[in-house]
């Protein structure tokens, strides 16, 4: 089997993180005489490896291009009658047209739903592709009930082929029940957001919450995350009055670091427009993070009843929910409490488990 590994050359978010994860998960399993199948990671020849931390998964190198033309005209010669898998939502169309045996994982097809949030590029290339990779790719994995019913809609033939498989939660499987700030006396009163700063994550009504809570409350914000290039830029501004009490601190790569912001916190604001397994709130539950999210399906389907749930089109609702979580310190820890149980159901090591099992039966 051979891994896509044109991830390690973008920006990590959602979808690179997730790749990386299962492909560290891979690497352990091969080492632990899990799997025996021989698996190879292809990237370019610049490709930062390092912080996988691989072991036993043999990595090839192929320079001649970059980024998606590498995709599209390297890694095709690099396959030679291998399964390619692609983790990133793409896949080279030249192996799904030649009958070589590709298989996909699309997390979800946003830009369908709410084109609004991204860059008219973004949207072409990936409408002109994900109708060949519903047709030739087998299997197609998502990670999600809900997105794999609404890939069905787009291609019922694919059907069958459509593997859903729910994301893994925080690094290495961990929940951290004793972490540092896991008691409610011991975190600061603040809210924190993770995530792109995107429409599609409705962070321009987080940041009109984060002003709100500033104003009247006296409550700090936190934004882990940044735009990019394929996502269309948002609109809010912050009033200078309140300016430093929201705080951007971009992209967070290290999970360390990023961890000591799940445990400084009061809560995670999570009220996305869109999600098919987001990773945000099971990694604050992994670390005694209450956790207030948006209540559509694909986040009921990943939370349960371990986060309180908010409309995320009514500002007033997302702030009232937050301010339950800050004013009745017995709901937070029964959210802390649940959101352990949950997050334990979650595992990077099932997920690659799972993926490997049914290449290999398909």
């Keep these: 089997m051979l891994i896509n590994g044109r991830f390690l050359m973008q920006p ?9 994860e299962l492909v560290s998960e891979m690497d352990r399993m091969v080492g632990a005489g899990e799997t025996a199948h021989r698996i190879a990671l292809a990237c370019e020849a610049g490709a930062d490896v390092q ?35 692609c983790l990133g939502n793409t896949a080279p169309l030249a192996s799904a047209l030649a009958g070589q045996r590709v298989a996909v994982m699309i997390h979800d097809v946003s830009y369908l739903s709410l084109p609004q949030a991204y860059s008219l590029r973004y949207r ?40 859903a498989i729910q994301n893994g939660g925080w690094s290495h499987d961990r929940v951290e029940r004793g972490a ?16 792109s700063l995107s429409r599609r994550k409705n962070v321009e009504r987080v940041i009109a919450v984060a002003q709100r809570l500033a104003r009247e409350d006296g409550v700090r914000t936190v934004l882990v995350g940044a735009s990019n290039e394929i996502l269309a830029p948002i609109r809010a501004s912050v009033a200078p009055d309140v300016g430093h009490m929201l705080e951007f601190v971009g992209q967070v790569p290290c ?3 990023l961890a000591g912001y799940y445990r400084q916190a009061s809560c995670l604001l999570f009220p996305s427009l869109y999600e098919a397994s987001p990773l945000p709130p099971v990694e604050a539950m992994s670390l005694g993070c209450p956790v207030v999210a948006s209540a559509i399906p694909s986040m009921t389907e ?9 409309d995320p089109l ?21 959210l802390r409490a649940q959101g352990f149980a949950r997050a334990e159901g979650f595992s990077w090591r099932e997920q690659a488990r799972r993926i490997i099992e049914v290449m290999t039966a398909s």
Aim: aromatic share 4%; with cysteine; net charge positive.
């Design 12 to 20: 990590v978010t959602g979808v690179q993180r997730v790749a990386r």
């Design 51 to 85: 912080s996988l931390g691989l072991r036993h998964i043999e990595v090839e190198r192929r320079g001649g291009a970059s980024g998606h033309l590498w995709e599209q005209l390297v890694l095709p010669r690099m396959v030679r009658g291998r399964r390619l898998l």
């Design 124 to 163: 072409w290339a990936h409408r002109a592709l994900l109708p060949v990779l519903l047709r030739r790719a087998d299997p197609i994995f998502t990670v999600s009930v809900t997105e794999r019913e609404r890939l069905k809609r787009l291609n019922g033939r694919a059907g069958k082929r459509i593997v």
């Design 180 to 195: 540092p700030g896991t008691q409610g006396g011991e975190r600061e009163r603040m809210v924190l957001y993770v995530g």
């Design 255 to 257: 999970l360390e670091a």
């Design 302 to 310: 990943r939370c349960g009843t371990a986060a309180l749930y908010c």
């Design 314 to 334: 009514d500002s007033d609702d997302i702030l009232a929910a937050v301010r339950r979580v800050l004013g009745d310190p017995a709901l937070a820890q029964s």
